[in-house]
Nanobody, 115 residues
């Protein structure tokens, strides 16, 4: 069984920071394309960060310079460091594991940016 468990979400004021974690069991994160996605109410799920097996990262313009994805192979965990958070970053954040022939998602963690 493969499990992805996100944590670290919560309520933060605009301009604040959060670090999300995605702990993976049953697979190794260093063999996969790992991604963080988010989905706001009434909107489609969108990619906010990804990291390849060779540690190449990718971000959409909306979060570039504010979000950083990283991977700790020893802990089999992927992180999303978010700074300068804005109200429009409010969403449920999901972790995704992709490898040939298989894709797994976590259950999501809520991030709310509000004063």
């Amino acid at each position: 069984q493969v499990h992805l468990v996100e944590s670290g979400g919560g309520l933060v004021q605009p301009g604040g920071s959060l670090r999300l974690s995605c702990a993976v069991s049953g697979e190794f994160v260093n063999i996969a394309l790992m991604g963080w996605y988010r989905q706001a109410p009434g909107k489609q799920r969108e990619l906010v960060a990804s990291i390849t097996r060779s540690s190449i990262t990718n971000y959409p313009d909306s979060v570039k310079g504010r979000f950083t994805i990283s991977r700790d192979n020893a802990k089999n965990t992927v992180y999303l460091q978010m700074i300068s958070l804005k109200p429009e970053d409010t969403a449920v954040y999901y972790c995704k594991f992709s490898a040939p022939g298989r894709v797994y998602w976590g259950q999501g963690t809520q991030v709310t940016v509000s004063s």
